[in-house]
């Protein structure tokens, strides 16, 4: 695992961004896996930039998304799947029918099951950008969901509903969602962490230092051959020794 620290959060976007436009020739025919939650943002606006300028062609890349709200549509603004059309499909030039998020009004077992085999039709995951959430969760995977989890339904916890409030308004945030298990993030050749700000320190200190536990999701990224790893300072200040690079 390699870590590294940096002192602004645009470096860090900088950073991510160059991991994945240097890795894209290494894993042609195999998707991007695209966080979406708000700290790759910065890195999906700079791919984007890079895309508009001429200095990266994505437009024969796939997008596979993590997880989605159940109950919540594609055409509903606050779905995953309006995220990754608006702020990394249309940036990078690629197509709707490269796209796959999780339908959150389908039926949601056979989703589940669908979406496994539409990753492996698509050629499964090259590089995968993950965050962390404040509880050490991975994709939607919550404290004490199995490592070798498939996609599934989850019950979100408390603290992921109020960490996610901001982009439901006034309403409520779903009280279950959608996601890849943690044994499907991990068939990802690449995995690329991003985490910021002093709220996720614990959980980055949990899941990258001790033995992997299923009570931090996220620490299964130990048991993976090819993770980086990119903090902020505050993120990164519950690690014993950050490793700056
Ligand atoms: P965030 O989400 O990037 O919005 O902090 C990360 C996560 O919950 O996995």
């Not at 998020?101 to 995968?128: S, T, Y």
């Not at 498939?150 to 603290?159: A, D, G, N, P």
Request: overall charge negative; charged content about 20%.
């Amino acid at each position: 695992m390699r870590i590294a620290v940096f002192d602004d959060r645009s470096q860090l976007a900088a950073a991510a961004a160059d991991i994945v436009h240097a890795g894209l020739p290494e894993f042609v025919g195999r998707a991007l896996g695209v966080a979406t939650g708000s700290t790759p943002l910065a890195v999906y606006a700079e791919l984007g930039r890079r895309a508009a300028e001429g200095t990266l062609d994505a437009a024969g890349l796939s997008l596979i998304a993590l997880d989605e709200y159940l109950g919540v549509g594609p055409a509903d603004p606050g779905s995953y799947q309006a995220y990754v059309t608006t702020r990394i499909a249309g940036p990078l030039g690629v197509s709707a029918e490269r796209v796959a998020v999780l339908n959150g009004l389908a039926d949601p077992q056979a989703e589940c099951r669908d979406f496994e085999a539409r990753i492996a039709r698509m050629g499964g995951v090259g590089i995968q950008i993950v965050g962390i959430g404040a509880n050490g969760h991975l994709a939607f995977n919550e404290p004490g969901t199995p490592f070798d989890s498939r996609t599934h339904v989850v019950r979100l916890s408390e603290q992921t509903r109020q960490d996610n409030q901001a982009a439901f308004g006034q309403a409520p945030v779903p009280q279950y969602a959608l996601t890849q298990g943690i044994g499907t993030v991990l068939e990802a050749r690449r995995i690329v962490l991003l985490a910021t700000g002093e709220e996720k320190a614990d959980a980055v200190a949990r899941a990258l230092t001790g033995e992997p536990d299923v009570s931090c999701p996220a620490s299964a990224l130990q048991r993976h051959p090819d993770v980086v790893v990119l903090l902020d300072r505050a993120a990164a200040s519950a690690l014993p020794d950050p490793v700056l690079v």
